[in-house]
């Protein structure tokens, strides 16, 4: 567990989060709100101002980035099944298709430990 892990974490979910620029504020707040977590909390792991990160804290914001984690990998597994749909018997976006999958395995996994 490390302040600096959860800070990027939050780094990460905020940048997919936001839609433009004057929009970080925004997205913290949703991102509090979904998770149920603090604005303030998150706003200084944000910026790399906490000094520390309870335990509860760090696992509720690992579960929130592994969520993170699950929508780029239905967002690309849409675009896969998309481009097969087109391309058809495309051995590159099998491969992709199976990697996208066994991705999906380990996040599952990866919460699956954060449950214990």
């Known amino acids: 567990m490390s ?5 990027e974490y939050v780094r990460k979910m905020v940048e997919r989060e936001t ?6 504020e925004n997205a913290v ?5 979904r998770h149920n977590l603090s604005f303030w909390q998150l706003m200084h792991l944000r910026a790399g101002r906490a000094k520390s ?10 579960r929130a980035y592994l969520e993170y984690c699950e929508a780029e990998i ?7 099944k998309q481009d097969l749909d087109r391309y058809e018997d495309n ?10 999958q066994a991705l999906v395995e380990k996040v599952r996994l990866a919460k699956e430990r954060l449950q214990r």
Request: aromatic share 2%; glycine share 4%.
């Open 53 to 62: 990160v309870t335990i509860d804290a760090f696992t509720q914001i690992r």
């Open 91 to 100: 051995d590159d976006l099998l491969n992709l298709e199976n990697e996208t």
């Open 74 to 80: 239905r967002a690309l597994q849409e675009e896969i």
């Open 19 to 24: 839609s433009g620029n004057g929009d970080v």
């Open 29 to 33: 707040r949703r991102l509090a709100r």
């Open 3 to 7: 302040t600096a892990i959860a800070s």
